[in-house]
């Protein structure tokens, strides 16, 4: 079933870059600078490039919907997109490509629930029992829904990296009907918002930086937290990169060089994520 899914999502990323490319093209045709790439990091990506446009009149910088990472390598190959943002570094074959991966940023990877669901923890062991439909329901009582993304993602890749039982444990889920399944990560908070009972993983950056009506939950009694993911006692860390082509304009080099900046750094602190220079 997650197979067919996934089929069906690949088949219609072209269609959906093409008709946000239009968008931004027939809307944005003045700007200066357009960024696009994985959901993770739009929110405080978006928080970046406002706060840079009140700082630079006259610049101005256009944020795509979510096209993934591997939408952000290919756009910026292409030269539609002039900084991408992907949570994976540049296969070997896109390296030749004339562009360049550049890690500014990490934020905790999280399992996260809607604030009206009343769980504040889980352990390694409970979700092997849940991805493999054993354990069924919330202390409260209410049924839990896990909620699958593509298995090529980073978020599943990094919770099957978890112990080997947790890779079975999420491989069988992926095979098995009554699943819920989101293709992008903004769906995935969508729904963990608004089904009752619901989980599912993303990154603390998108939670706070999106004002998100969710908490995330301590793993095996670790808090995900910039602290935490900085001193490496939670185990799972998401990390950002810039795509950006070798030959750069001076206006993307002034953007990178505000985000790399004290104020650049402040603002990612403070929406989840903690910079790497």
Known sequence: MLRFKQKCFSST???????????????????????????????????????????????????LPSIGSGGAIKSVTSGRVQIGLSARPLKPAEAKKGIVAIEYARTPTIFAVANKTKVTAVTL?????????????WPDGSTIRPIL?????????QIKALSPEMKKAVTSAEHRKGFLFAATDQKTVDKIESIPGSFGVTSLALML??????????????KPTVESCKSGDYPMTKR?????????????NAFLDFVFSEKGAAILEKYGSYPIR
């Open 13 to 63: 990323l072209s269609v959906l870059l093409c008709a946000i490319f239009s968008f931004a093209v027939t809307t944005t045709c003045s700007a200066a600078i357009v960024i696009g790439g994985t959901g993770n990091a739009l929110g405080t990506m978006k928080k970046l490039a406002d706060a840079y446009q009140n700082a630079t009149p006259g610049v101005k910088v256009k944020v």
């Open 125 to 137: 062991a409970q979700l092997v029992d849940i991805y493999n439909g054993v354990l069924k329901q």
């Open 149 to 157: 993304r593509q298995a090529k993602d980073d978020n599943t890749r």
């Open 209 to 222: 930086s999106e004002n998100r009506k969710l908490h995330a939950l301590t793993l095996d009694g670790i």
């Open 240 to 252: 950002f990169y810039f795509i950006l082509p070798r030959e750069r304009s001076a206006q993307v």
